[in-house]
């Protein structure tokens, strides 16, 4: 085990809780153990207006270099709940998980228990409060579908709310807590009293648990293409939950979509996972936030006129209309940043411009901008910024950024 933090390290940067390992010194850390504490610490600091981030594993978030004045909080409960079997003879079973339990070894617990529902979502890292607010997905499975309701505590209520699957509206990457991050500050009182409520990095809702229904399975649906090759099988063929998650594990393995478990040496990092792989040499290729940008959703008119040869999906535009989703990590390959891109280093980094920067593509994926080693928040906002720009010259689409973006 890690050892604790020395008593003259009192708090951490977020370098040190990011899987990016990008981001300043923090003023105040709370590591709350119990539901009572973690409400009371977000209660005081939105009463005396204090910036507030909920972080969970650091692994969807880009942050400044520049000191947070504020409090972060990561809820250390991480309690599995098998609370009841589901209403009927389905034979489905209803868990409740703690927000601050690490999702990977949730999933782990389920495929170990026959719990069908979120063996393709193996490997994401990151805690099972923020895989709500971002609907995580990948290999044909979203966490939206075994979500039967999230427990939160609601900021500007000051009330402990359960709020329903169908009242969550649930998206791609998006949900009805993400929005709330995002909306515009709510002036209370007047006067001296008068304070702007602002969410922001963190929703208004603050995830304490969150109930999944799972059917009561050792097999599980191969949901993709990709992972149907894998296993050589067709797509929609039944298999063994085990073989499914060791082949996602694997998938992600080769493009080095898992976090680098040299992050757990780290002190900071200590209690907030159950399952550490054993970690080799630092692996820069995972220093990352994962895909950098969401896959666009266009009209069909944008599409015809300027996708041409781009892979094309259905999807659903902003306003709820059909569109045609697309691959950003095609465009931005097709538009000329290929595996291991890196700009030239700027004058700070080398003195001839001549050294590359610190942030740069994966080498074995495009999506994933990465930190190769003392990079700065600057050095990967200029690489996004600069692949944006090129992707929106190319095909007239602004690349939006996934990650929880703190400057
Ligand atoms: C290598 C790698 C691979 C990845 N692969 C995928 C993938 O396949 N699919 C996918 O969807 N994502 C993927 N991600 C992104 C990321 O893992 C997920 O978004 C994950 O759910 C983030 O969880 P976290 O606990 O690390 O969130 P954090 O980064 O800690 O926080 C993200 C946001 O959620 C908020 N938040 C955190 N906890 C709570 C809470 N309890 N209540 C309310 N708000 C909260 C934070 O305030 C912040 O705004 C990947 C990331 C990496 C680094």
């Known amino acids: 085990m890690p050892a604790t ?121 990151g805690s099972v409060g923020a895989s709500v607010v971002q609907n995580i997905g990948a290999y044909g499975q979203e966490v939206a579908s075994s979500v039967l309701s999230v427990t939160a505590w609601d900021r500007q209520a000051g009330a402990i ?58 097999q599980g649906t191969v949901g993709m293409g990709q992972l149907a090759k894998a296993l050589g099988v067709e797509k929609g063929t039944r298999m063994d939950l085990t073989d499914i998650r060791a082949a996602v594990l694997s998938i992600r393995a080769t493009k080095d979509m898992l976090e680098d478990p040299t992050r757990y040496a780290n002190p900071w990092m200590a209690g907030t996972k159950r399952e550490i792989p054993e970690a080799g040499e630092p692996n820069h290729n995972r220093w990352s936030c994962g895909s950098f940008f969401i896959n666009p959703v266009v009209t069909a008119e944008h599409a015809r006129r300027y996708l041409d040869g781009a892979p094309q999906y259905p999807g659903v535009l902003p306003d709820g209309t059909p569109g045609v989703k697309t691959s ?49 928040f600057d050095d990967v906002w200029r690489l996004a910024s600069c692949i944006r720009r090129g992707v929106d010259d190319a095909y007239h689409i602004d690349l939006v950024p996934e990650p929880v973006v703190i400057r």
């Open 161 to 218: 709310v359960e709020i329903g699957h169908d009242n969550l509206a649930f998206g791609y990457r998006f949900s009805a807590l993400k929005a709330t991050m995002y909306e515009t500050p709510e002036v209370q009182g007047t006067g001296e009293g008068r304070r702007e409520t602002r969410w922001f990095p963190s929703p208004r809702y603050v995830v304490l648990a969150v109930t999944y229904r799972f059917r009561r399975s050792r």
């Open 328 to 376: 950003a990590a095609w465009l931005i390959d097709h538009a000329g940043f290929h595996k291991g891109f890196r700009l030239p280093g700027v004058a700070a980094d080398s003195a001839d411009g001549a050294e590359p920067s610190s942030a740069g593509l994966s080498t074995v994926h495009t999506l994933a901008l990465t930190n190769r080693g003392g990079a700065t």
């Open 5 to 125: 933090p020395s008593a003259f390290e009192t708090t951490p940067t977020f370098a040190d809780l990011t899987t990016i390992r990008i981001g300043g010194p923090i003023d105040e850390f709370v590591r709350p153990e119990t539901r009572d504490e973690v409400i009371d610490t977000v209660r005081r600091a939105d009463a005396q207006g204090t910036r507030l981030c909920i972080i969970g594993g650091g692994s969807n978030m880009l942050v400044s270099d520049a000191p947070f004045h504020g409090v972060v909080v990561r809820d250390m409960r991480d309690g599995i709940r098998v609370s009841r079997s589901a209403p009927g003879d389905s034979g489905d079973v209803i868990v409740e998980a703690d927000a601050g339990a690490n999702w990977d070894d949730f999933v782990a617990w389920t495929v170990s228990e026959g719990y069908e529902g979120i063996e393709g979502l193996s490997g994401i890292p």
